[in-house]
């Protein structure tokens, strides 16, 4: 059974008590809904993100063969597990139908092209992706009191922190033959930061939107960004910014002292990005 306060580090959909789901809980919160489907929608997507980057990396057979047996498993199975509790918690709203919307507009912009130039700054790409998740589940599990769905974002935080781990493991073994310099490596965070703005999350949470709000008459675009923003806030509301700090800067391997001396700075310097 997932546990609530502390979640464990493996778990499956089979460990999951959905008769234990207090629907009453959050039936009526259209932010929950709107976080774990979108949610649901890019992590089942990892899929195709996963295929992609392992060839990115072909010709290491470790990262190929670790991306394509563990990473790229574990990310669906986050997917399957938030679509479950979505159809559990909404019965009424069209998962699938929303999901093919989706997919069909994300694989047109999941491509190799959009990668880092250097396998290296790939890696710390992925860092910052999977801090930007990590986070993003440690916030999610604040704003709700359903253990279920407690529990849930809490496991797969932790999953994510592993990713982060893998990730940064592979970066210190291919900077070992391409050194990168710190500036490079600032430069891949800051990029993969300033994306994170306009990332995959907003094309989901708009067929999750889109599909919900269908009649006759167009969608209202501005009804939507005023949603977005607001759901937005509220996650930032709740962010661990000093954690995301220290796993953002961690790949530039700055010696202590400095690190410590920057993470006000840095924290204050993305405590404004989320605002804006």
């Known amino acids: 059974m997932l546990q609530s306060a502390n979640a464990p580090t493996k778990w499956d959909l ?65 997917g399957t597990t938030l679509r479950n509790y979505a159809q559990h918690a909404w019965p009424d709203f069209n998962w699938d139908y929303a999901y093919s919307k989706f997919f069909a507009d994300y694989s047109r912009k999941c491509i190799i092209s959009a990668y880092e130039p250097t396998h290296v700054l790939e890696m710390v790409a992925r860092c910052v992706v999977e801090t930007g998740t990590a986070t993003f589940y440690q916030s999610l599990a604040t704003q709700t009191n ?21 990730f940064y493991a592979y970066f210190n073994k291919l900077n070992i ?6 500036w490079q490596i600032f430069g891949a965070v800051c990029r993969r930061v300033l994306e994170a703005r306009k990332d995959d999350a907003e094309c989901a949470m708009w ?32 962010y661990p910014l000093a954690m995301a700090t220290k796993m953002l800067i961690k790949p530039m391997r ?18 404004w990005i989320l605002r804006h």
């Open 14 to 78: 089979g460990t999951i008590p959905w008769e234990q789901l207090d629907v009453s809980l959050v039936r009526d919160r259209e932010d929950l809904f709107y976080l774990v489907t979108a949610a649901s929608f890019i992590e089942i997507a990892a899929d195709l993100y996963s295929n992609n980057l392992a060839q990115y990396f072909n010709g290491d057979q470790e990262i190929v063969e670790w991306l394509e047996s563990s990473w790229k498993n574990e990310e669906v199975r986050h």
């Open 254 to 271: 700055l010696p202590l002292k400095v690190a410590q001396f920057i993470e006000g700075p840095v924290a204050t310097c993305s405590a």
């Open 146 to 166: 359903e253990p279920i769905l407690k529990g849930i974002a809490l496991a797969i935080r932790a999953e994510e922190i592993n990713h982060y781990k893998h």
């Open 207 to 238: 067929h999750v939107f889109n599909t919900r709000k269908v009649t006759t008459k167009p969608v209202d675009l501005r009804q939507f960004k005023l949603l977005y923003r607001q759901l937005s806030l509220q996650i930032k509301k709740e």
């Open 177 to 182: 033959n391409c050194i990168t310099n710190r």
